[in-house]
């Protein structure tokens, strides 16, 4: 029940980055609330809406074999095999400390910290699919994806379903951004707040309530009690200053991705307009993303074990080939470059052939001994020119030598018929 109170606490009290239509179709639940009624929060939870299980362990993807993956949970991330990729899920309005069976944006920060520091962990994965929530909490959720993301890839993934106004900026703070389904929305770049005025309602239950202040606090609750007179004018100047953060910190954070200045007003946008402007990167299932993330941490560090067997794990179509970075080329055996090539062949890849360098080496010798010969070739044929009339070395080439008037060619004796057919041939082009 304490965490019931921190809901009926952040309700009426809270700002909110919050889809406003969301919020009102929960309006109802929220009068039962304010009037004390009986409000079933475990109604239709799952197991699934929050990443750590009530036993304290942990979903994640893991590594089993190399051409797939299963969901798998363990205690602790450090249980996990190497190259696993957390998944963790974001999902409903998201408050600071959560509630009954949720999490909340602290908690969230908490598992992202722990995926980041794990060594089994080759990337993390935000599962959303939320309104938005709070403004408390949220910065301190988006810094811990942040730090995570200088570490290892950390991708957003909507859950068919939406990522609104807070969600939207936790999840712009992730490298990539991908939507599961064409109708799903992202956006609602947008700031508010609900204030209740209870005059009426306590002085409907009898009650009659004085506010006093201290004459020195003067500005005390200002902007709430000006609100409450109609005039919203501070309240305004502090939801600006927000919205201004939360607008800096998309444009900052999808740094050449946005097209237009429109989505700062507010505006939700469905997953092939979303990608127009530049909110999210594409379309993709689940297993895609999770294929992306992979590939992410394999680019990030090729050499490193954990990032390797997460790229290959996935169904890597050349892994013979990703397996030889990082192994020195004396230690590469036949048996694996004949590997690595059918993996070419297999993938109609005809024009790239993979040898060692002894091979290369063997190659080079062969082609300085076939130049060798050439030249030893090259200099008996100007020898026996030489010794059979030629004059001079610059004159060896030539098919004749210059004879004197009257006199036979001394070259001519040496010529064959082949030679007498090409200068006869040669004589008629110049007629």
Known sequence: MAKSFHTVSAIVRGRWLLNKSWANDHLPLISALLKGDRVDFTAGKTSARVEQNPDGSYWMLAAHGSSGFQVSSYKQFSD????????????????????ICSAGSIDYAD???????????????????S????????QTLVDAI????SEKPVVAFVDDGMMASAAMWIGSSAQEIYASQKTDCAGSIGVYTSIIDF???????????HDIYAPESTEKNLGYKNALEGDYKLIETELSFIAQQFISAVKTNRTGKITSEEIFKGAMYPADQAITLGLIDGIKSFEQTVLRASELAYNKNPNNSTSKS?????????????????????DITQEQLDQANQALADNEITAVTLVN???????EKKAADA??????????????????????????????????????????????????EARAAFEKSKQ
Do not use: C
Request: proline share 4%.
């Open 80 to 99: 996990a095999p190497k190259g696993s990729v957390a998944v963790i899920p974001i999902v409903g309005p998201i408050l600071k400390y959560g509630d």
């Open 111 to 129: 598992w992202v910290k722990e995926a980041a520091e794990s060594q089994n962990i080759a990337a993390i994965i935000l599962k959303i699919d």
């Open 131 to 138: 309104p938005g929530g709070m403004v408390d909490g949220t």
């Open 146 to 149: 942040k730090a995570a993301a």
């Open 199 to 209: 005059k009426g309602y306590w002085e409907s239950e009898g009650l009659k309530i």
């Open 310 to 330: 997460s790229h290959s794990m996935f169904g890597n179509k050349l892994k013979a080939i990703s397996e030889l970075k990082g192994i020195a080329a004396a």
């Open 357 to 363: 360098n002894s091979t290369i080496a063997a190659l």
């Open 371 to 420: 130049e060798a010969a050439l030249k030893n070739e090259q200099d008996a044929f100007k020898a026996f020119k030489l010794e059979r009339g030629a004059t001079s070395a610059a004159s060896v080439g030539k098919t004749t030598t210059e004879a004197a008037p009257g006199e036979q060619d001394p070259n001519e004796k040496y010529l064959t018929d082949a030679d007498r």
